[in-house]
């Protein structure tokens, strides 16, 4: 088992930042890549953003990319995402996931392979 806690969403004017955070615990947390995930209101949850388990590897949804950076640091337990230039299209719940399954150097983008769910942190952007 993996549990999982998100903070650092808000209320931010487009073109702002955020830093999203997300702290791991239980199952070991350098076992598991690591994926964003956002949902809005009336739509699917969608891939943002995911490591693998070494770091060394990254993707990204193209609606992000240059923009949003996801980073994580085994040693704290932690994996954290940078929303940079925000639009009003980013609000949304935004979800931090672990997929224990994804090989050392692996990031997999697909919502059923995520295996471990946080509760979500709102981010609103304000036009």
């Known amino acids: 088992q993996v549990q999982l806690v998100e903070s650092g969403g808000g209320v931010v004017q487009a073109g702002g930042s955020l830093r999203l955070s997300c702290a791991a615990s239980g199952r070991t947390f350098s076992s598991c890549a690591m994926g964003w995930f956002r949902q809005a209101p009336g739509k699917e949850r969608e891939f943002v953003a995911g490591i693998s388990r070494s770091g060394g590897s990254t ?58 769910w946080g509760q979500g942190t709102q981010v609103t952007v304000s036009s």
């Open 59 to 116: 993707i990204y949804a193209d609606s992000v990319k240059g923009r949003h950076t996801i980073s994580r640091d085994n040693a704290k337990n932690m994996v954290s995402l940078q929303l940079n230039n925000l639009k009003p299209e980013d609000t949304a719940v935004y979800y931090c996931a672990a997929d224990p399954g994804a090989s050392f150097y692996y990031v997999r983008c697909t919502l059923r392979e995520y295996d471990y």
